[in-house]
């Protein structure tokens, strides 16, 4: 039983540290100038990159940000319960 809490425990702080990593890798969200020089959302069909946001790198990371996210709200749960009924 020790092993699997060990296990549990080391894969936790492995997704927390991702997400760490991940956000810090992100850049900041808000359009500014460069949306205005680009179209940013005020273009009726949007704009290529807009269309293809989820391919890019930036869409990627923000997708693994997303799922470690859940993965690690359902693993906070697991080891909750799992730690309160191991004593």
Do not use: D, P
């Not at 060990?6 to 949306?35: D, E, H, N, P, R």
């Amino acid at each position: 039983m020790e092993i699997i809490k060990a296990v549990a425990i080391i894969l936790y702080l492995a997704v927390c540290l991702a997400i760490i990593v991940l956000t810090f890798l992100q850049s900041k969200q808000s359009a500014g100038a460069s949306g205005t020089i680009i179209g940013g959302e005020s273009t009726e069909h949007g704009n290529f990159y807009e269309k293809n946001k989820g391919r890019t790198k930036e869409g990627k990371m923000m997708r693994w940000t997303v799922i470690l996210v859940i993965i690690f709200a359902i693993m906070s749960i697991a080891l909750g319960i799992f730690l309160e009924f191991a004593n």
